[in-house]
């Protein structure tokens, strides 16, 4: 307004996104003061007088005014035209000294207020006394336009500098909403209005933000499109994908494939976001299932040896049919690296799966490498699960040089903590002269070995997969040997390791020969009871004479029948 310097507060955004007024003020409050909204601003009569006094006595050129202090509390804001006539008044004033005048201002005040609904409309936007000369219309012309383009801006439309991050907070914000309307972005609920440029402290984007935090218990796939990846390598992000992918349309997985597949490696090695590609290969359709597998073409190896990619080489290898010409190649992929693999606490299980699900003819390369390494991969933790495999899924032409390996090394195997499962493996499904050249090495060892922690185990096994004539011999040695003065089998009940043995002999003796084991371990009864491991042979005896009803006359027990 011509003639009249219009001074208003120094004003700034504080880190909440409150607009702070005055803040170098000495006001009676000692703070600043900042703007809230809705509540409309009341000021007294005589205060408003006072002001309307103030400023007109500033504007005569009154000595010590609020308007010649720049360093005050209160400065002036835009640029005052020089007065060449300092007695001469203003052509457009504010209609007589009333504060609560009716008169519009001049055009050039009818830019947008501090808090209008409108840039055209500052007669209606007053801080709620009256039609036209509000203090809130003068404010907002003051403040150079706040809310034409969503910020703060020194008059001139560039943002001004304040609070960190003031400037561009609210660009986004539509040139007809108010700061405080419903419809304004600074109090925006709808998550569609989220963008990836939105990011909390935590450093995820607001939309993962406000679903980790149950804001959203209802979002659906669909909804958190452009934020697929993240959602991915996210522990409850994934977790929500991978429920959803199982019962999701056709149309929604292909919505999460598009946003996965450029970055398919980045997820199968990440600790949450391998998961997400491991639902794809077992709900996607085949087309998925083999753009996935390109992806993983050239990185088999590296992938294999890695904790997360391991289980995503393994979950391609189950559900891609192996007739598909990708899988022989990513098996190949391994050749020249397999003892790596086998050794390796997660390439082994690739190899176990490729063993398992990819046509044996495929994986001759696997056997080759094995040649002269059979007694070392069996007393390896993970070899020997490859070798036990091997025997179960291979063809015969192809397990025949690794049994013949181990037929040479028997006697260490059994006696292996390793080795051992290997043996047991060979016992429970190899062939009938694979099991007969076992038994073989174990007969005339029986007590040494029923009395060792590893070897023990595979004595049991003789015992059940032996054949008839096999189990009545081990039986037999037992029964008839003596060691020192007392008999094998006396030393075998008290024994932690061999009273096992000797109850799966009980449990799978003829009726003839069980009938020997019993009346062998009779006169022992009461010596047995002193001894732990002795009790279980009591205990395993009357439990089956009772169940099958046999009687071999009295065990020798206590009067009430409890041993």
């Not at 998925?288 to 393994?314: D, F, P, T, W």
């Not at 007392?486 to 030393?491: G, V």
């Amino acid at each position: 307004m011509p003639g009249y310097p219009v001074l208003a507060p120094a004003a700034y955004y504080d880190q909440t996104g409150a607009l702070v007024v005055n803040a170098g003020a000495r006001n009676g409050l000692g703070a600043p003061v900042r703007l809230v909204a809705p509540a409309p601003v009341i000021i007294s009569s005589s205060a408003a007088q006072a002001a309307v006094a103030a400023a007109a006595a500033s504007a005569n050129g009154a000595a010590g005014g609020l308007a010649g202090t720049t360093n005050g509390p209160f400065r002036p804001l835009g640029t005052q035209q020089p007065q060449p006539q300092p007695q001469q008044q203003p052509n457009n004033s504010l209609a007589s000294s009333s504060f609560y005048g009716n008169n519009s201002l001049s055009s050039n005040s009818q830019s947008t207020s501090l808090f209008s609904q409108g840039s055209a409309q500052p007669a209606n936007t007053s801080l709620g006394f009256g039609s036209s000369n509000s203090l809130g219309a003068t404010l907002g012309s003051a403040l150079g336009g706040f809310g034409t383009a969503g910020g703060l801006t020194n008059g001139s439309g560039r943002y001004i500098s304040a609070a960190p991050g003031a400037e561009a907070k609210y660009r986004s914000a539509s040139s007809a909403s108010s700061l405080f309307s419903p419809s304004s972005t600074l109090f925006s609920s709808s998550r569609l209005r989220y963008g990836m440029s939105d990011v909390m402290p935590s450093g995820r984007s607001r939309l993962l933000e406000d679903f980790r935090n149950n804001r959203y218990p209802n979002l659906q796939l669909r909804e958190i499109a452009g934020h697929i990846m993240e959602f991915s390598q996210d522990q409850h992000g994934s977790r929500f994908i991978q429920l959803k992918l199982e019962r999701a349309t056709p149309a929604e997985r292909q919505l999460v494939f598009n946003e996965i597949l450029q970055a398919a490696y980045q997820l199968m090695v990440d600790v949450f976001g391998n998961y997400v590609i491991q639902k794809f290969f077992e709900f996607g359709s085949l087309e998925q299932k083999l753009a996935l597998a390109e992806r993983i073409r050239g990185h088999v190896l590296s992938l294999a040896l890695q904790m997360y990619g391991c289980r995503v080489i393994q979950k391609a290898l189950e559900f891609i049919p192996s007739d598909q010409q990708v899988i022989n190649e990513m098996v190949r992929e391994l050749d020249g690296h397999v003892l790596k693999c086998v050794k390796d606490q997660n390439g082994n299980h690739v190899v176990q799966k490729c063993i398992e699900c990819v046509q044996p003819q495929s994986l001759q390369f696997i056997i080759d490498a094995f040649k002269g390494q059979v007694f070392a991969l069996s007393t390896h933790p993970y070899g020997c699960r490859v070798i036990q495999r091997i025997l179960e899924h291979c063809l015969p032409d192809q397990t025949l040089p690794i049994l013949e390996e181990l037929h040479q090394h028997t006697e260490q195997l059994v006696q292996d903590q390793y080795g051992n499962y290997v043996i047991q493996h060979v016992l429970e499904h190899g062939r009938p002269e694979d099991k007969s050249k076992i038994v073989a090495e174990i007969r005339g060892n029986v007590l040494v070995l029923s009395q060792h922690k590893f070897a023990s185990n595979v004595v049991e096994k003789c015992v059940t997969h032996a054949s008839r004539t096999e189990r009545a011999v081990l039986i037999d040695e037992v029964c008839t040997m003596n060691d020192g003065p007392h008999s094998a089998l006396y030393t075998m009940m008290k024994d932690q390791y061999a009273n096992y043995v000797v109850q799966k002999m009980i449990d799978v003796a003829e009726p003839a020969q069980r009938k020997i084991v019993m009346h062998k371990i009779r006169p022992h009864i009461a010596t047995l009871r002193k001894y732990t491991y002795g009790k279980h042979i009591l205990a395993k005896l009357e439990k089956y004479y009772m169940k099958n009803g046999v009687d071999l006359g009295p065990i020798c027990g206590p009067p009430n029948g409890i041993i």
